[in-house]
């Protein structure tokens, strides 16, 4: 199966950045395959990061602020299920 990195940019300032933790706690145990990597956004953000919180999977911006639950753990499904196998 193939390994998937969804990477999440949170800030010290971010008003959200605590639902984002809570949100990625609440969808981790139903992807064990996706390595979660929360990163605080530093003084060289990467070029496509430009807002806090911004969810990046496998190098591509999915969200920019908080999704539901349930909207990321649709996109997750729905990435499963398009990747090579």
């Known amino acids: 199966m193939t390994k998937m990195t969804l ?3 949170v800030a010290d ?9 809570r949100i990625a ?3 981790a145990p139903q992807f064990p395959e996706v390595e979660i ?3 605080q956004i530093g003084d060289d953000p990467p070029d496509d ?7 990046v999977l496998n190098g ?3 969200f920019m602020g908080n999704p539901t639950r349930n909207e990321l753990s ?3 499904a729905v990435a499963f299920r398009t990747v090579d196998v």
């Open 74 to 76: 649709q996109r997750l």
């Open 37 to 39: 990597d929360i990163r």
């Open 49 to 55: 990061v430009f807002a806090v919180p911004t969810y």
């Open 25 to 27: 706690a609440a969808v």
């Open 7 to 9: 990477r999440i940019y």
């Open 13 to 21: 300032d971010c008003w959200s950045c605590q639902e984002t933790r």
């Open 60 to 62: 591509r911006v999915i």
